[in-house]
C-alpha cells in the first residue's frame, strides 16, 4: 500500500517519474490475492498516464486500447468494483489541447469506454468528458 498511496501522491502533484517508478512496484498479486482487483486496474490506469504525460510519443492507441479493454472486462465481471477512469479521461483532455491528431483516436476510444461502461453520468468526469465531446464534434 505504501508504494500505491505514495505514488498517488506524486501523480496528483505531477511528479510523473517518481509516480511510475511507485506504481511499477506494485505487486498485482497482493491484491488479486485480496480480491481488489480494482487496485490493480487502477494502478494499471495511473502507469499509462504516467508515460502519456512523461513518453508522450511512445504512448500508442494500442496502449490505450489495452486499457480500455481491462476496463470493459473487469466491468463484465463485477461492476461494483470498477474504479472510475477519471485519471485517463483528464490526461486525454489535457494533452489534448496540444496534441489533436494524435489524440482524436484516443480521445474517441477513452469515451467509448466510458459509454460501454455506463460511466456516461459518473462524478468527476463530467467537465473532460463535455470538451471532448465537443472538440470532437468541432472536427466533424
Known sequence: YANLYLGHIYFDTQRYEQALSLFAKVDANYFNERIQLWRNLKNAELILCCRMYLYFDEV???D???LCVLYETTNSVDSIDVPVPQEILACVARLFEN???KMTPVAFRVIELI???EFD???GLQKDLLYLQAV????N
Open 60 to 62: 500508442t492507441l494500442a
Open 64 to 66: 490505450v486500447d489495452e
Open 99 to 101: 496534441n489533436p491528431n
Open 115 to 117: 459509454r460501454r461502461i
Open 121 to 123: 453520468d459518473a462524478r
Open 136 to 139: 470532437l464534434a468541432e472536427q
